[in-house]
C-alpha cells in the first residue's frame, strides 16, 4: 500500500498546485479591476452588488441548464455572508490613500484559516499532521508578512490602517474556511456557488446605507468582469475541493489551495517590482518562504496518509 500512498501523492499534488495558481491569479485580476472600477465608479456598495451580477452568470446559467436547486446549507450561505462584509469594507476604502497599506496588510489571512482549522477539526488530523499543518501556516504567514512589507512603506501606516486589516484578516479568514467547507462536502459546485453568490449579494445590500448616493454606470464594466474572472477561479479551486472529498490529506492539501489562492498580492508584488524596480530582499524571502511552507506541508500529508494506509493493514 505504500506504492499506492505514493502514487496518490504524485498525482494529486501536482493538480493541487495548479488549481491554487489560477485561484490566486484570478483574485490578482479580481483585485486590479476591482480598484479601477470602484476608482471610476465612487460608489463601493453598487461596484460591489455589479461584481455579484459577474459572480452568479457561470453558476446561474448551469444550474438553470441542469434544472438544479441551490444548496441552502449551512456552510455556503455563511460563506456568501462573510465573503459579503468583508469585500464591502475592502472596496470601502478603495479610493482612499490607504487602500494599498490595508489591501498589502491582509494578506496573511492563512494565520486565521489554519487556526480554525486546528480548532475544528483537531479529532481528524493526525498529530503529525498537525504539527506539520500549524508549522507550515505559520511560516506561509510570515512570508505574506515579508510580502507585505515589501510592497508599502511601513511608516505611512496608522493605527486606523492596522486595525481595519486586524478585523479583515480575521474575516477573510473565516470566510475562507467556510468557502473551503462548501467545497469540500459539495456535491454539486454550481449549485453551491450560486447560494455562496446569492447570499454574498444579499449582505452587501446594507452597505448602500453608507456609499455615497450616486447610481452611475461608469466603471461597473470592470466590476462585472471582475466577478466572473473569480468566479472561474473558485470553480478551480472546488475542482480541487472535489478531489479531496473523503481523502485523508484533506485538511492539509485544502489548506495548500487556500495558500496558493491567498497568493494573488504575491503576482501583484511580482508585477510591481519586475516593472518598477528591483526585487527586494523581502520580497524573496517571503517567496521562498511560502513556497518553503507548500512543499512542507505537502510532505507531512504524504507521510500522514502512508502512515493511516500502512496501519490500516
Known amino acids: 500500500m505504500l506504492v499506492r500512498a505514493k502514487f496518490r501523492y504524485t498525482h ?3 493538480f493541487i ?3 491554487g495558481i489560477l485561484s490566486s491569479m484570478a483574485n490578482a485580476l479580481w483585485g486590479i479591476l476591482i480598484s479601477i472600477a470602484v476608482t471610476r465608479n465612487g460608489n463601493f456598495a453598487l461596484t460591489s452588488e455589479a461584481m455579484i451580477v459577474g459572480l452568479l452568470i457561470v453558476p446561474l446559467l448551469i444550474v438553470l441548464y441542469n434544472r438544479a436547486k ?87 501606516i496608522s493605527a486606523y490602517d492596522i486595525l481595519l486589516s486586524l478585523l479583515l484578516i480575521l474575516l477573510y479568514g473565516i470566510s475562507g474556511f467556510l468557502l473551503t467547507e462548501t467545497g469540500l462536502r459539495s456535491k ?7 447560494t455562496v453568490d446569492i447570499f454574498e449579494g444579499i449582505a452587501i445590500l ?39 472529498q473523503k481523502s485523508s490529506n484533506m485538511v492539509s492539501y485544502s ?11 504575491l503576482f501583484l508584488a511580482l508585477i510591481y517590482e519586475i516593472f518598477v ?27 500522514a496518509f502512508a502512515i493511516e494506509q500502512v496501519s490500516g493493514q
Not at 188 to 194: G, H, V, W
Not at 279 to 299: D, E, N, P, R
Open 12 to 14: 494529486n499534488f501536482p
Open 17 to 19: 498546485v495548479i488549481v
Open 70 to 156: 441551490p444548496n441552502f446549507s449551512f456552510y455556503p450561505i455563511m460563506a456568501g455572508i462573510f465573503f459579503g462584509i468583508s469585500n464591502a469594507l475592502l472596496l470601502s476604502i478603495f479610493n482612499y490613500r490607504n487602500s494599498v497599506i490595508i489591501y498589502s496588510l491582509i494578506a496573511p489571512t492563512i494565520i486565521v484559516f489554519v487556526a480554525i482549522q486546528v480548532i475544528i477539526k483537531k479529532k481528524r488530523i493526525h498529530e503529525k499532521s498537525l504539527i506539520g499543518l500549524v508549522f507550515g501556516g505559520v511560516v506561509a504567514g510570515t512570508g505574506f508578512i515579508l510580502l507585505s512589507v515589501a510592497n508599502i512603506n511601513i511608516y505611512a
Open 188 to 194: 454539486d459546485t454550481s449549485t453551491s456557488l450560486l
Open 206 to 244: 446594507p452597505f448602500m446605507l453608507f456609499s455615497a448616493h450616486v447610481y452611475v454606470f461608469s466603471g461597473l464594466t470592470y466590476a462585472l468582469l471582475a466577478g466572473i474572472i473569480v468566479a472561474l477561479g473558485t470553480y478551480a479551486s472546488f475542482a480541487g475541493f472535489r478531489t479531496l
Open 255 to 265: 489548506s495548500i489551495i487556500y495558500i496558493l489562492t491567498e497568493s494573488d498580492i
Open 277 to 303: 524596480h528591483a526585487l527586494s530582499v523581502y520580497t524573496i524571502f517571503g517567496i521562498l518562504l511560502i513556497a518553503g511552507s507548500i512543499w512542507y506541508m505537502s510532505k507531512k500529508s504524504d507521510e
